[in-house]
């Protein structure tokens, strides 16, 4: 393992001292990669806040709102590659200074990097689950529906928003197809888990579990504004083991963290490669 610059030491050494690291990735974890992040560096919404789970499964018009920007945004998203906070991250694992890691993006880039243990928090968009029968058929399966049902919309083109959506402005999506489940002709969602949705209890309770066994908490990319993530800082925080966190900005644990690195994820961890 190289040096860390001095100004990163700090966070080599906390790496150093501890052999079973719980490791939560946010969103700056995966800017890099050109997959941009929710919020501004105080914690606060950069945009329109996501989709909510109740208003796509009662409302025909959000799931059309909502597919239409996905068949554009997934153009991108789909091809989306680690960068090296991914592989450091990896490397750590590899090391074997990291117990779990817990992700909340949806991006499966920590796997495409080679990291073995990786709980997906809030689900992965690479798949999409009827909500009817429970089916599930890849993203990229899907896109090519979506596109035979849409072919007009193929030639649009937008800005990059979070998670594989894009800012379509101005559109009216009463036109815009969304084909059903070919098994049921139930609704078909992303396999992950919306704002208003529940985030599954044995995912919840196998998180929990390695945070059990840790001896600190590394904190990467993430504001922590969103309680499914929070809850786990306070968790750690109530068994007294050090937490570190690499941000831009703001986050929701400030009080609680023992060290706090504030540059980019891929710079702070450069010294694990």
Excluded at 50 to 59: C, D, G, K, L, T
Aim: charged share 25%; aromatic share 8%; glycine share 8%.
């Amino acid at each position: 393992m190289a040096n860390a610059p001095l100004a990163n030491r700090p966070l080599q050494d906390f790496v150093d001292r501890h052999e079973k690291l719980f490791v939560l990735t946010g969103a700056g974890c995966s800017t890099n990669s050109g997959i941009p992040d929710y919020r501004d560096g105080n914690g606060n919404w950069k945009r329109t806040q996501p989709v909510n789970f109740q208003a796509f499964m009662s409302e025909q018009h959000t799931r059309q709102r909502y597919w239409a920007r996905s068949l554009i945004g997934w153009r991108r998203f789909g091809r989306a590659k680690p960068n090296d906070a991914h592989h450091a991250l990896a490397r750590l694992e590899a090391n074997g200074r990291c117990g779990m890691l817990l992700t909340q993006n949806v991006d499966r880039l920590h796997q495409s990097a080679g990291h073995r243990e990786v709980i997906d928090l809030h689900g992965r968009l690479d798949l999409v689950r009827c909500m009817g029968c429970g089916a599930n058929t890849s993203r990229e399966e899907f896109q090519h529906a979506l596109g035979r049902a849409n072919a007009t919309w193929l030639a649009l083109d937008a800005a990059d928003a979070p998670d594989g959506d894009a800012d379509l402005e101005h559109e009216d999506f009463s036109s815009f197809q969304v084909p059903p489940c070919d098994a049921c002709g139930g609704i078909l969602k992303p396999d992950v888990v919306f704002f208003g949705e529940n985030v599954p209890r044995e995912v919840v309770a196998a998180a929990q579990d390695h945070l059990a066994q840790a001896d600190a908490m590394l904190i990467v990319g993430s504001s922590l504004m969103v309680y499914s993530g929070f809850r786990f800082v306070k968790a750690a925080a109530q068994r007294n083991i050090p937490i570190a966190a690499v941000n831009l900005g703001r986050t929701r644990a400030d009080d609680l963290l023992t060290l706090k690195v504030e540059e980019r994820c891929e710079a702070a961890l450069a010294f694990l490669l």
